[in-house]
């Protein structure tokens, strides 16, 4: 596990991704191959190196950081207390506070989760947050008709879409899983609410990175479920990935000031 996926078009990860979307999610979660997903020189990037003090977020299919994965709840600079990852940038911020982990339900709402879960794969989620405005846009606000109906043309539009993460076999996923969405006789939104892990939701909250787990016996069989609907690029990290944005499970830290909300 750890092992960059050969789709990764943005350089290194940053090592201060949430464990919600890991840092850099293994090849085998992806589903893509060397064959398949090759990168595109004009979209890498060289990342400064970052500060010690925001490698306080590893914790992907066991990446991790020595020291991190024992590190709790830290304060702000408001004072409040929260996962570390969350500390390294505004973005990180942001999402943190007002959008990771929070009850969301929707069609549109999961099938985006699980396309930029999927795109993430292999790369920074610092990458695709930064990108996020650029997919909705290429993707139609993740309307899954429309993205369902897309075509060939769509997909070269895509390739040539530098807001975008430009990969093929990711693009065509995200189609594909469109239109997989669109069999599903109750949608997306209720497949995955189905899974809703009741062992988690009753499970001691979790005192530091560590005892989060990367998957779960509830997100792999969430995964074999999509996979057996026709979905790709959601392995059991994605999906847990998926439950954990979506509020399915709660794994912000014990002393985290979000964990009550």
């Known amino acids: 596990a750890g092992r960059p996926d050969p789709a990764a078009e943005e350089g290194p990860a940053d090592p201060a991704d949430p464990a919600a979307a ?15 997903a090759k990168s595109r020189p004009s979209d890498r990037r060289t990342r400064a190196p970052v500060p010690a003090v925001q490698a306080a977020g590893v914790q992907a299919a066991g990446v991790q950081a020595a ?3 024992a590190r709790p709840a830290l304060p702000g600079p408001d004072g409040r207390l929260r996962r570390p990852w969350a500390l390294s940038t505004p973005e990180y911020v942001a999402y943190h506070d007002d ?3 929070r009850p969301l339900r ?4 999961g099938f985006e989760r699980l396309g930029l879960g999927a795109f993430q794969s292999g790369l920074s989620w610092l990458t695709i947050l930064r990108k996020r405005s650029n997919f909705r846009k290429a993707f139609a606000g993740f309307d899954i008709a429309a993205v369902a109906a897309f075509g060939p043309g769509d997909v070269e539009r895509l390739m040539s879409d530098a807001g975008i993460v430009r990969n093929r076999a990711k693009i ?8 997989a969405a669109m069999a599903l006789p109750a949608g997306l939104s209720d497949l995955v609410w189905g899974y809703a892990d009741e062992t988690a939701q009753k499970r001691r909250a979790p005192r530091t990175l560590a005892d989060v787990p990367a998957s779960t016996p509830a997100s792999k069989r969430l995964s074999a ?17 998926a439950m954990q944005v979506c509020g399915i499970v709660n794994d912000h830290l014990e002393e985290c000031f979000t964990r009550a909300r």
């Open 22 to 36: 890991s840092p850099v999610r293994p090849a085998a979660d992806s589903e893509a191959s060397p064959a398949r």
């Open 67 to 69: 020291g991190v994965e």
């Open 225 to 241: 479920q999509l996979r057996k609907h026709g979905f790709t690029f959601t392995g059991p990290v994605t999906a847990y990935a």
């Open 99 to 101: 959008e990771w982990g």
């Open 172 to 179: 065509n996923a995200a189609i594909g899983n469109a239109r």
């Open 106 to 109: 929707g069609d549109r709402e």
